[in-house]
């Protein structure tokens, strides 16, 4: 439509059932547009919950792991890891001291680095193993796995 005065631009809404929404305030003149803004708000909140659905959450799970773990427990253990860290999950390994095993930390940084050797190859530690209280933690996060798309070259043969 123009550049319009507001009272025109005002008028011009009232008389068509519109809005009259300033959309860019800060050019020279302000933009604005005509429209039912009940129905415009309304189709941003429907954008917004799309995209929230669609949406990957950051989803941070918790394997607790214990300093005198045995070995196959450990390696059904580090199954687990593996499939949550493939399927996009963050994981955090957690070994939990009991009583007297505290005064041992070193076993359960042990337990961290074998788990984070055997998952290396899909997911990267995020930090070093963190102390607080009685657990030693340690953060995971899944490599990304997404290949380039690979293009068909299509081979012509020729007929002889």
Request: hydrophobic content about 35%; glycine content about 4%.
């Amino acid at each position: 439509m123009g550049v319009l005065p507001l009272q025109r631009a005002l008028q011009l809404a009232q008389e068509h059932g519109l809005d009259l929404v300033e959309v860019s305030p800060a050019e020279a003149p302000p933009v604005c547009r005509l429209l039912d803004y009940g129905r415009y708000k309304y189709e941003q909140a429907k954008k917004e919950r799309k995209l929230k659905r669609s949406q990957k959450v950051g989803l941070l799970k918790e394997v607790r792991l214990r300093p005198k773990i045995e070995e196959h427990d450990l390696q059904a253990k580090i199954r687990t890891t593996r499939k949550l860290l493939e399927e996009g999950s963050k994981i955090r390994l957690v070994v939990r001291f009991r009583g007297r095993e505290i005064i041992y930390p070193e076993l359960g940084r042990q337990v961290l680095k074998k788990v984070s050797e055997a998952v290396k190859e899909v997911a990267v530690a995020s930090d070093q193993p963190a102390k607080d209280r009685r657990n030693i933690a340690l953060t995971l996060s899944p490599i990304s796995t997404k290949r380039p798309k690979e293009t068909k070259i299509s081979a012509k043969t020729e007929n002889s």
